[in-house]
């Protein structure tokens, strides 16, 4: 696969750190948000608004996925899930190798910006 | 599936090469069975290539079946048949039927309700490793009676899965826990009509032909043997993979955000009373199928984004289906594959079991629901004036092809979850499916033979 958009680590404004706590909130019948705070400086650094969330274990995520799912291939959901559990450690790798590469942007806005 | 790679063109056209050499070779047929032929092979090969998604598959058969025997017909010599003849079947009474049962499933799964009562059980089944396996397929069965066979085994899969990681790698009780998952999920969808398309596909074509099967009369062929499979299934998973494991529970404290308990409840067990009860209000299941729509909407639980995301490439390959199937009867094809295929003077009863088998075969390596469209229309035309055993019949072998990771979404779901092998799955569901159609085939040929009239309403 080759390495294409843009990737870098999230960093408070404040203090430049990149330690962060993650403030997950779930309202039922709203999106998830995530409140990310800066670990070193206490400062309020972004929030997210989650439409699909993978944990640590991708295809129980994907058994979540399916839930709410109707399908009638065996062959059809079989690739699906082996899809989507590649697509996430092959997306988490190539993230980490774009912040290798990548020049640091000042602000995750920017990069945000371009790739719109 | 996507981008046009070169074994998808290939295979492309290869199977167009097929349906041409088909028309071709079958010259001794009217000029519209070699065109519906040329059709059926088409959408044969593609259900079992799947190069393109099998609901595609579908409505293109039914495109070429309205191009193609429509005005199309002209250019082969032959007399055009009208359109409607291939959409009406998308608005077969089945469809509704099977779309009131995707809103309530949705509501279900929407206010959490389906976990909430897997839990409910699960939390009561103790630590004996049998009861709790007889367990667990019991209400993966129950949820796949009236939700989709693929999101009954996501939740149990995802429920089961962290309990079955801290067994024994490779131990014989997980094994048992994820191959009795799918194939509950697999049998389970057989007891009601709207368990599972194939059902469907035979309520559809009967209703083309003006045979009327009760939701109630399914359930009194589908149900009891339900059971009956179920209990075998479990019996013959607990013998295949022996556990010395003797204690076994799952934790299940899992928080629900689950509301509207009480409307979605009340909606449901209404509208499964309507359905069981037909014989006495006569109002047909297709129509107590809208019920709960128009309630969870008035009460704002099923919104215009919930509509959107019903699974409306399933209804269009049941419509597809049935137009294939409408195609097959109108052009006379299905009476000359009858003519060709089964010996005349063959018993009745020996051609119900080799179709039960035949199909539970071939759904074994393709979508079960395009087995149900390739095999039922000529089922159909093979039986008669009796159709109704021979369709049910069928209809339910179809969900016993269960020997593969690819035979059904279930395996495919449980065999990713990488707790068991492809050998595990296929010498249990081998077993199973052979089983379970003798069990099915003997099971309707009593049932029939107490009640000959039961299920006919003409
Ligand atoms: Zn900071």
New binding site residues.
């Given amino acids: 696969m080759s390495l294409c958009g843009s990737s870098k680590r999230e960093h408070?404004?404040?203090?430049?750190?990149v330690a962060m706590l993650n403030y997950v909130m779930v309202k039922p019948g709203c999106d998830t948000e995530v409140f990310v705070e800066?670990?070193?400086?206490?400062?309020f650094?972004a929030r997210y608004t989650l439409t699909t969330y993978t944990s640590e274990d991708p295809y129980r995520s994907y058994l979540r996925l399916m839930r709410k799912k109707r399908s009638d291939s065996g062959a059809a959901t079989r690739q699906a899930g082996q899809k989507f559990v590649t697509e996430v450690w092959e997306g988490y790798r190539q993230a980490k190798d774009l912040v290798a590469d990548s020049e640091e942007v000042d602000h995750l806005e920017e990069i945000l910006d371009r790739t719109e | 599936m996507k981008g046009w790679s070169l074994r998808r063109v290939l295979l492309g056209i290869t199977g167009i090469l097929l349906a041409v050499l088909a028309y071709l070779m079958l010259g001794s047929l009217p000029p519209r069975q070699r065109i519906m032929a040329s059709i059926f092979i088409l959408t044969v090969f593609l259900w079992i290539t799947e190069i393109i998604p099998i609901f595609v598959t579908a409505v293109l058969s039914a495109f070429l079946c309205a191009l193609l025997l429509g005005q199309g017909a002209t250019l082969f010599g032959a007399q055009p048949l009208p359109a409607s003849l291939f959409f009406n079947p998308f608005a077969n009474t089945v469809i509704v039927l099977m779309f009131g049962g995707f809103v309530l499933a949705r509501v279900f799964s929407r206010n959490y309700l389906d976990e909430e009562f897997c839990d409910f059980i699960l939390a009561r089944l103790g630590n004996k490793p049998q009861v709790v396996l007889l367990g667990i397929m019991g209400i993966t069965a129950v949820m796949s009676m009236w939700m989709s066979n693929t999101a009954t085994t996501a939740i149990m899969v995802a429920t089961v899965l962290p309990a079955v990681r801290g067994l024994r790698p490779g131990s014989n009780l997980a094994k048992a826990l994820m191959l009795g998952i799918p194939f509950a999920a697999n049998i389970g969808g057989i007891a009601t009509p709207i368990g599972t398309p194939p059902n469907a596909i035979a309520l559809g074509l009967l209703a083309e032909r003006g045979y009327t099967v009760s939701f109630f009369t399914w359930m009194i062929a589908g149900f009891p043997l339900m059971v009956v499979v179920l209990l075998i299934t479990f019996g013959l998973t607990w013998a295949m993979f022996k556990t010395t494991v003797t204690e076994f529970s799952l934790k299940v404290s899992r928080e629900h955000p689950t509301a509207n308990r009480g409307i979605v409840y009340t909606t449901f067990f209404a509208t499964v009373l309507l359905w069981l009860t037909d014989a006495l209000h006569h109002i047909p299941s297709a129509v107590v199928a809208l019920v709960p729509m128009l309630v969870f909407s008035v009460a704002g639980l099923f919104s215009k984004e919930d509509l959107r995301l019903i699974a409306w490439d399933i209804l269009l390959l049941i419509g597809g289906g049935l137009a294939l199937g409408a195609g097959i009867k109108e052009t006379g094809l299905a009476d000359t594959i009858v003519q060709y295929a089964v010996p005349s003077g063959f018993p009745k009863f020996g051609v119900i079991a080799l179709f039960s088998f035949f199909i539970a075969l071939i759904a074994t390596f393709m979508s079960n629901t395009a087995a149900a469209t390739i095999v039922l229309p000529i089922a159909v035309s093979l039986s008669g004036q009796s159709p109704m055993m021979m369709m049910i019949t069928v209809a339910i072998c179809t969900s016993y092809g269960m020997a593969l990771p690819i035979s059904t979404p279930p395996n495919a779901i449980a065999y990713g979850s990488e707790m068991i092998q492809s050998k595990d799955m296929f010498r249990l569901g081998a077993l199973v499916s052979i089983v379970a159609v003798i069990v099915t085939v003997a099971w309707q040929a009593l049932l029939f033979l107490v009640f000959p009239g039961l299920a006919v309403t003409s």
């Fill in positions: 408070c404004m404040k203090c430049e750190s800066c670990a070193t400086c206490g400062a650094v």
